[in-house]
T-cell receptor, first 110, second 117 residues
């Protein structure tokens, strides 16, 4: 099935650093969602975006709905050990199925 | 917030047997439930979409006779992997939506790790 291009594929950072990741699509969406998945568990919703240009925060996390409707960004400020995991973006247009990104694996170096 | 419960969290079965996985919406009525499959280090791939009281819609390449989906109520959907084979070993995850997809994000269950020996 279709997938979104998500980058970077993996990140190795030190605790306290800021993190940025993004998703791009060849087609437009009117919903962008960001999820975090821990090993052996289902994805947990972090942020939902419904309008082009929208900027939404959830604690140390901030996500933006790209103005072109073809991309979205997720930033994590002052990373902590529990931020480790895989982050997935997901996009949807209307009532179509949700399309997932390829994931960004975040590792914090001690 | 919306809670989706999935059971069992893991199961080991012998080749040729069938396995049923349950997905329940605990605090809302799920008009639509989705079943995903995830291989190690890969993203989630949609298998099928089920609407309460109607037949499921399967994605291309997913065998509907092998992966039986039943959505008999607004709070329960089941996925049955029939005549399981080792290549069916995977992480299966359900999600549920309470209203039109445009109005609500998907909430996911905790997944079921299926191992077929």
């Amino acid at each position: 099935g279709q997938q979104l291009n998500q980058s970077p594929q993996s990140m190795f950072i030190q605790e306290g650093e800021d993190v940025s990741m993004n998703c791009t699509s060849s087609s437009i969406f009117n919903t962008w969602l960001w999820y975090k998945q821990d090993p052996g568990e289902g994805p947990v919703l972090l942020i939902a975006l419904y309008k082009a240009g929208e900027l939404t925060s959830n604690g140390r996390l901030t996500a933006q709905f790209g103005i072109t409707r073809k991309d979205s960004f997720l930033n994590i400020s002052a990373s902590i050990p529990s931020d480790v995991g895989i982050y997935f973006c997901a996009g949807r247009l209307g009532n179509e199925k949700l399309t997932f990104g390829t994931g960004t694996r975040l590792t914090i170096i001690p | 917030g919306a809670v989706v419960s999935q059971h069992p969290s893991w199961v080991i079965c012998k080749s040729g047997t069938s396995v049923k996985i349950e997905c329940r919406s605990l605090d809302f009525q799920a008009t639509t439930m989705f079943w995903y499959r995830q291989f190690p280090k890969q993203s989630l791939m949609l298998m099928a979409t089920s609407n309460e009281g109607s037949k499921a819609t399967y994605e291309q390449g997913v065998e509907k006779d092998k992966f039986l989906i039943n959505h008999a109520s607004l709070t329960l959907s089941t996925l049955t992997v029939t005549s399981a084979h080792p290549e069916d070993s995977s992480f299966y995850i359900c999600s549920a939506s309470s209203t039109l997809p445009t109005d609500s994000p998907l909430h996911f269950g905790n997944g079921t790790r299926l191992t077929v020996t």
